[in-house]
C-alpha cells in the first residue's frame, strides 16, 4: 500500500465543481501540460507537496462532518494511481456518496489500466483541456472532454444526468486561499481569470 502522495490543496467549501457544497482535493503533478492550462503550478512533481497517508484521512475525516460530496483534481490524480486509490477508498469510508475526478487521461485508457480507480468513482470529467476547442458546458472546459457517470446510485445518477448538458451561461469561479497561495476553483468560459493568475 502506498502510504503517502503528492497534494497541493484541500479545499472547502467547493461550490464551483460539481454539485452541492464539496470538498476538494487538488493533486499535484500532470504530464499533459495543456496549452492555457489553468493549474500550470500543479504541473510538477514537487516533492515538497507530499503528504501521509494518515494526514489525507484526517482531513478527510475531518470534512466529512461538513460534506459527503468530494471532487478531485489537480494536477491529475490517475498520475498517482496506487495513492489515488487509497484516497478514493479513505473517503467512501468516511461516508463520501458523491465522488467526482477530473484526468486528462481519457476514460477508454483508464478503463484499461486503472478500473480499480474508477469503481470507486461516481463521475469522471476526461480529456486534456483543449483551448481552441472551448465548452459552453458546466464543469467542462472543452468540447473533447465528456463526464461519464459511474455511480450506480439511481439519485446520484439522475442529479448528473440533469447537469451532463446543461450549458454554463451564468458560470462563476471562486478564488481560494491555501498555504499563502491564491488559486482559481472553477472552469472560467474566458481569460479574464489571467489578468488575476498569469501564467
Excluded at 473533447?144 to 450506480?152: A, K
Aim: net charge negative.
Amino acid at each position: 500500500m502506498v502510504n503517502s502522495g503528492l497534494i497541493r490543496h484541500f479545499y472547502y467549501p467547493v461550490d464551483t465543481l460539481g454539485p452541492k457544497r464539496r470538498l476538494g482535493i487538488w493533486f499535484q503533478g500532470c504530464t499533459h501540460k495543456c496549452n492555457d492550462c489553468i493549474s500550470q503550478p500543479l504541473w510538477d512533481f514537487d516533492e515538497s507537496f507530499r503528504v501521509s497517508l494518515a494526514e489525507v484521512q484526517a482531513k478527510i475525516r475531518f470534512f466529512s462532518t461538513f460534506t459527503d460530496r468530494l471532487t478531485i483534481s489537480g494536477g491529475d490524480p490517475f498520475e498517482q494511481p496506487e495513492f489515488f486509490k487509497q484516497v478514493l477508498i479513505s473517503a467512501r469510508e468516511e461516508g463520501f456518496i458523491d465522488i467526482l475526478a477530473y484526468s486528462g487521461f481519457y476514460f477508454q485508457e483508464l478503463q484499461s489500466k486503472h478500473q480499480d480507480c474508477l469503481q470507486l468513482l461516481d463521475v469522471l470529467i476526461d480529456g486534456p483541456f483543449d483551448s481552441t476547442k472551448l465548452s459552453r458546458s458546466v464543469w467542462r472546459g472543452s468540447e473533447n472532454q465528456e463526464m461519464y457517470i459511474l455511480s450506480p446510485n439511481p439519485e446520484i445518477r439522475k442529479l448528473y444526468e440533469d447537469f451532463k448538458t446543461q450549458n454554463a451561461d451564468n458560470t462563476k469561479v471562486q478564488i481560494a486561499q491555501s498555504k499563502n497561495e491564491f488559486f482559481v476553483i472553477g472552469i472560467p468560459k474566458d481569460d479574464k481569470w489571467k489578468s488575476l493568475f498569469p501564467i
